[in-house]
């Protein structure tokens, strides 16, 4: 979980690492695009692959052209981001030509799963101590439903917030 504070408004940054500023209160991340130019760019494809696990990254997908181009997508933490961006620019594996890296914030949605998640949860008690006190079967049956819409919604919205977790990780 961190924060670039960026040079413009649009949201992204051109230039060094400099400007990455680690911060907990949002929940933001990162898609850093790079160009390198490389004479041997299947060598440095398989440079950079075999380094990306010291900054506990990994390879999340990739490919080689036969024009001798590749594009690699590397996970890698977000408190590794900016330590790995200046091993790959200090590299003599080529020339770092174009970087952008660009911000999304997504506090306000991931927040309100975290709140949805608090109040579905504060539900399923209510109506679990209901079930309990039920009379009738009619009574049981309609509370057990509600308990598996409730169940239904909490399991949807923990992935969702797994989801977001893990973008906010790599």
Known sequence: ???VVPDSND?????????IVMETTRKIYYTVDMYIDSE???????????KVSLFKGYVSSSTINSTGSSFVIYKV????LTEFLDYVE??????VVKKTITTTDITTQYNAVAARLEVLNSSRISYL???EKANNLNEI???QNKIED??????????EKSSYDGLLEY
């Open 1 to 3: 979980n961190g924060s």
């Open 129 to 131: 101590k209901m079930l």
């Open 77 to 80: 933490p977000t408190n590794k």
């Open 150 to 159: 409730i169940d239904t919604e909490i399991k949807r919205l923990e992935n």
């Open 141 to 143: 049956i309609n509370l």
């Open 40 to 50: 041997d760019v299947e060598g440095a494809y398989k440079y950079y692959t075999s």
């Open 90 to 95: 200090e590299s003599d594996q080529g020339e």
């Open 11 to 19: 949201g992204a940054i051109n230039g060094s690492n400099e400007g």
